[in-house]
């Protein structure tokens, strides 16, 4: 571990470094009909307290006497955050490098043991920072639902799949934005870039880090980038539409444009929204989205986010245009 004292964060509120795409999609998922009757009747069916007994059947549960280094990393990022409680956090037995969260009003955070095994101790404990990213952003529910629809059987529902296909949809699009967000936190929670870009660069295949290069990861970040026609949009679009993580050179990218922005120095500056200050209403997370999505496509070459912008613009001129003359119409004897 580094030797530098890291920020303690005071009364940090999560939409202090909260991803605008993260927000846009999350105001979207709220809005959806017919949401807030299929997580009753999902969670009715699957309650949280059975999720936690499989994993207190099965897993690990981390504390003092195990894991206890695991522990210690936890309790730290919990002080780092100023976060009113320590959830409860467990070693699953698993091959694959992932982690993440589940429940609803007492969430829980899992380890797979491959990344235990394998990963160093800052790496870790920025994966596990990811992880309470979420927790502390309200993202859980989603996430438990989102893990439930991909699980069990649908059979319950009635209609089953076709019922629950559009909100699945709309779901994962902002599973993978919530990722964004949780990189952040991530940030947040180590104050040092590279256990985020490492951690990034095993999931996309480099076990041994000694075999790659950094440097050379994010010009690899940038060839993908820089694949723009039209055809190279959609394959991006189609690759991961059943994803459940962006791609870790869009993450890596992403997480390294927010930390050189100031946006993140200025947090451990001491500049940032505490959780007793107002929160921002639907319309501002929507507005705020906008335009991110807005300054986005404007600085972008996509020949394809182009196209549509420029569509979007003319339908909005025909919309205006045919307002007004109504308007007219109507002013007329």
Known sequence: MNAKRTRKLYSIDPQSWEHPADRAAMSAVKQLKGLDELIKLVLSATTEKSLKLIHLA????????????????????????????????FVTQSPFLNAGVLGVNEPFILLNSSVVARFDEEEIKAIIAHEMGHIMSGHTLYKTLAWLLANISLSFI?????????????????????ELTADRAELLAVQSETPSYNVLMRMAGAEDLSQ????????????????????????????????????????????????????????????????????????????????FYRDSVKKSDDPLAKFVNSMGEEIEKAASGLQDLLKDVWRKP
């Open 212 to 291: 790659v290069n950094l440097n050379e990861f994010f010009l690899q970040a940038k060839e993908y980038e820089d694949q723009k026609t039209v055809l190279d949009s959609i394959h991006k679009i189609l690759n991961q539409v059943r994803l459940s993580h962006p791609f870790p050179v869009v993450r890596l990218q992403e997480l390294k444009t927010w930390a050189a922005s100031g946006a993140y120095q200025s947090i451990l500056d001491g500049d940032y929204r505490h959780r007793d200050e107002a929160k921002e209403t639907l319309g501002e997370d929507l507005k705020d989205g906008a335009e």
């Open 58 to 89: 099965s897993s690990v549960k981390v504390g003092p006497r195990q894991f206890p280094r695991l522990d210690t990393l936890l309790d730290d990022i919990v002080d780092t955050f100023d976060w009113p409680y320590k959830p409860d956090m």
């Open 158 to 178: 009635p209609a089953g799949e076709i019922a629950v296909q559009a909100i699945s949809a709309v779901l994962s699009e902002w599973d993978r934005k919530s």
